[in-house]
């Protein structure tokens, strides 16, 4: 039993020996990177031969699953107001059944998701304080480079919401 002690180090070391080697991993990461340049390329991307796209996918954290059923608004700016492009209805696989800009109609200019997540929830029975915390939610964003693809990342709760660009 003595031996079984002197083997197992005690949780303090582990601690330590885990920060140590932590900090140097980043010390050489850091060492690696240029201090000016970008964290990603900056050029077109291409996923084997697709044209150029604008896509969604939606994930509802408070049930743990694809947002299936939510309702999107899906509009392009024109310089003073949003007009609507068209609405969709996410799939089961969270989704839109196609891609929302492609082909002529992807072209660089401010655009607006706005989700239903009141209605989502309310559909899905959700148990929750009335008013809802958070109603429609305004997801907006830019193209400006038509050669790159973009997929749009959306994870949402009753009461928060996170977007970014994805590729």
């Known amino acids: 039993m003595q031996s079984a002690k002197l083997l197992a180090p005690s949780r303090r070391q582990f601690a330590l020996s885990g920060l140590a080697l932590g900090a140097s991993?980043?010390?050489?990461?850091?060492?690696a990177l240029a201090a000016d340049a970008p964290a990603q390329s900056s050029g077109p991307i291409?996923?084997?031969?697709?044209s150029?796209?604008?896509?969604?996918?939606?994930?509802?954290t408070f049930h743990?699953?694809?947002?299936?059923g939510l309702r999107i608004d899906f509009?392009?700016?024109?310089?003073?107001?949003?007009?609507?492009?068209?609405?969709?209805?996410?799939n089961a696989?969270?989704?839109?059944?196609?891609?929302?800009?492609i082909d002529d109609s992807y072209r660089a200019?401010?655009?607006e998701l706005l989700l239903h997540v009141d209605e989502y929830f309310a559909a899905k029975g959700a148990r929750l304080p009335r008013p809802a915390f958070l109603s429609k939610v305004p997801v907006r964003f830019q193209i400006t480079?038509?050669?790159?693809?973009?997929?749009?990342?959306?994870?949402?709760?009753?009461w928060s919401y996170t977007y970014s660009r994805g590729s």
């Open 75 to 90: 509009s392009r700016f024109d310089g003073e107001v949003y007009v609507p492009v068209r609405s969709f209805t996410i």
């Open 145 to 158: 480079n038509v050669a790159e693809r973009i997929h749009l990342p959306i994870q949402f709760g009753p």
């Open 109 to 111: 200019g401010r655009y």
């Open 46 to 50: 291409v996923l084997h031969g697709a």
């Open 64 to 68: 743990g699953m694809a947002a299936t």
């Open 52 to 60: 150029p796209r604008l896509t969604v996918h939606t994930i509802d």
């Open 25 to 31: 991993a980043l010390t050489a990461a850091r060492g």
């Open 93 to 101: 696989n969270g989704r839109a059944d196609e891609p929302l800009l």
